[in-house]
């Protein structure tokens, strides 16, 4: 006859010790329990798949929006006034955030596969809500400034969607482990049917998810057109200052058929290249005319324009992050760039044989030259010696001023009809990625309209437009587009179709194995017909003379439950070794 201390030797669980520890700062065995998680806990554990979820989201959106990274800088700028790569921060913070959110989650469902508490340390649940608040702040910021960056979620999907659809079937597959844990170990109860009806809708939903894909990669090989021609958008601007001739010269090295360029008119009718209203972030204007920094570009006159260094600022700033593979020839170059008027720009055009995208900015009403800036572009045309057939224009201006520059393409920057497109006049379109869709690109092409998509940087939307039929695209990477001789991924619609039945059917036999696996003693004690059962009471009658951690568990659990109900403290326990069974003398337990 023996105590009921020899039960409390354990043996040492080092790996659930590790998890409760860090999860939940629970690192010695008498601090853990097995017991169901409370309401408060299991409210933080949701909260906690929420903030991965959304982080999740936010990862991807910043992961496609790096094709336009730089025009959320210039965004930044134009409110702040100061150039800065905001979105280093942004990027550190994601990934920090999300790398710790992950792996909470991990440590949670490690939780729920091993039966223990959920028990979140309050340290992580200050960090797991500082999260979701800055997420959600940082959402809310991009929707404030950035609100059209939100289309490239949908356009990202045209290239991503399959592949997405694998891992979300993997998840999915791999979470019936714990789903059919939780359902199937336990007695019946309303929540776990809703548990288990959720998981059925889910599963269901991404297996049928390929239905609604529209990708334009997914084609006969045959049926791809020819590689899309690229337009260096303000020259090369990653590897030179924008707008300068040192950058338009890189952009023909990296295989730019034609060039883009941003054109102002100067107080004394002479074209320049500029984008910003103010020459503030791409010239030393500060040290020059510190007076009139903040001045309209357009109103000062070509040789104060020509006095400005426009190459220093690339070097100084490095917005991207390209300043040390320079050599140092090439950054003496660059430091000594000024500002580029238009002719200079389309006698290099007209040398490399290349055709001219031009973006004119009408000046305001006040300028002197407000009635005369299409001449002033014509005169240019003509002074550089290039063929008026290669230049289009595309002017943000009323269709009044849109036939006033004669002899040159006429190209608009919205979305029009086939209709609209004849009635006025225009050989071509240039679209933004998010406004040209499949269906509307092989509508213009089959009316011989051009097509020109911008901006173009990264080799993933470059595919999908390629696929699309797209004839030229608007790039700040012509260095990188070129490194792209065939779409990322190309695939009939037969194999893809073959992939993607044969995933769901995979998954669902895997998801159908692993519930009848789990399901495994519930069916045996049905047939048996054991109605009402303890779990504790089948784990101990599944081993016979064979001592493990778990029959010492039960053990534990099945004496301080009888204890519970009603022993006193002076009741004696005993154990016979012969067969593992434990017994107290008044009768409460034996076996």
């Known amino acids: 006859m023996v105590k009921h201390q020899p039960l409390q030797v354990y043996e040492k669980q080092v790996f659930v010790s590790f ?48 094709n336009d990274f730089n025009d959320f800088n210039w965004l930044v700028y134009n409110r702040s006034g100061e ?18 959110i992950t792996f909470l989650l991990i440590l949670a469902l490690f939780h729920v596969s091993l039966g223990q508490q959920l ?27 950035w609100r059209d960056e939100w289309d490239i979620l949908l356009v990202s999907l045209q290239s991503t969607a399959p592949f997405l659809h694998i891992g979300a079937l993997a998840t999915v597959t791999a979470m019936s482990w714990l789903v059919a844990g939780y359902v199937v170990r336990k007695e019946r109860s309303n929540i776990q049917m809703m548990v288990l009806l959720i998981y059925i809708v889910i599963l269901v939903a991404v297996c049928l998810a390929p239905l609604t894909f529209t990708c334009p990669c997914i084609m006969d090989r045959h049926s791809l057109k020819q590689r899309p021609d690229i337009v260096g958008r303000r020259g090369a601007p990653m590897l030179a200052p924008e707008n300068t001739m040192v950058s338009f010269n890189r952009a023909l090295q990296h295989g730019a058929s034609s060039l883009e360029a941003d054109v102002t008119i100067s107080v004394d009718g002479v074209p320049f290249l500029m984008r910003d209203h103010t020459l503030r972030r791409t010239t030393d ?35 991207y992050w390209t300043v040390k593979t320079l ?33 004119i900015r009408k000046p305001p009403p006040e300028h002197p030259r407000y009635r005369s800036w299409f001449m002033d572009t014509l005169w240019a ?94 790039s700040d990477a012509p260095q990188v587009l070129r490194k792209v001789p065939y779409p990322i991924w190309l695939m009939s619609r037969n194999a893809y179709n073959f992939i993607w039945i044969t995933s769901d ?87």
Request: proline share 3%; charged share 20%.
């Open 83 to 100: 150039w800065r790569d905001e979105t280093i921060p942004i990027i550190t913070c994601t990934t920090v955030g999300f790398s710790y």
């Open 119 to 145: 028990n979140l340390y309050w340290v992580h649940k200050i960090g797991v809500l500082a999260t979701l608040l800055t997420t959600i702040s940082g959402v809310v910021s991009v929707d404030d400034i």
């Open 505 to 591: 059917l995979v998954s669902l036999a895997i998801v159908i194995g692993i519930f009848c696996f789990q399901n495994y003693h519930m069916i045996r004690w049905r047939i048996s017909g054991m109605q009402n059962y303890n779990p504790e009471q089948i784990m101990l009658s599944a081993v016979t003379r064979r001592s493990s951690r778990e029959v010492n568990i039960m053990k534990e659990k099945l004496i301080f439950s009888e204890l519970n109900n009603g022993l006193s403290s002076t009741d004696e326990l005993s154990l016979y070794p012969d067969n593992g069974y434990a017994r107290y003398s008044h009768g409460g337990l034996s076996r």
């Open 381 to 474: 045309v003509q002074k550089a010696g290039i063929s008026q057939k290669r230049v289009r224009t595309v002017t943000w201006t009323p269709d009044t001023d849109r036939g006033r520059v004669r002899g040159l393409k006429q190209t608009a920057s919205e979305k029009l009809s086939v209709e609209e497109i004849r009635q006025r006049g225009i050989t071509s379109l240039t679209l933004h990625y998010s406004k040209a869709s499949h269906k509307d690109i092989q509508e213009y092409l089959a009316n011989n309209v051009s097509v020109t998509v911008y901006p173009v940087n990264e080799p993933w939307l470059y595919s999908i437009l390629w696929c699309s039929g797209v004839p030229s695209v608007s």
């Open 327 to 359: 050599t140092g020839k090439e950054r003496s170059r660059i430091g000594n760039q000024t500002v580029c008027s238009l002719v200079e720009m389309l006698r290099l055009a007209s040398r490399a044989n290349s055709s001219a995208l031009l973006n």
């Open 285 to 319: 204007v500060r040290k020059v005319f510190p007076a009139r920094q903040y001045e309209d570009a357009s109103f000062f006159n070509w040789t104060e324009i020509r006095s400005l260094n426009a190459g220093q600022w690339f070097l100084e700033t490095d917005p």
């Open 19 to 66: 998890v409760t520890g860090i999860y939940g700062c629970r690192w010695k065995r008498y601090q853990r329990s097995q017991d169901d998680s409370s309401g408060w806990e299991c409210a933080w554990f949701l909260v906690l798949c929420s903030s991965f979820l959304l982080l999740l989201f936010w990862a991807y959106f910043w992961l496609v929006a790096q």
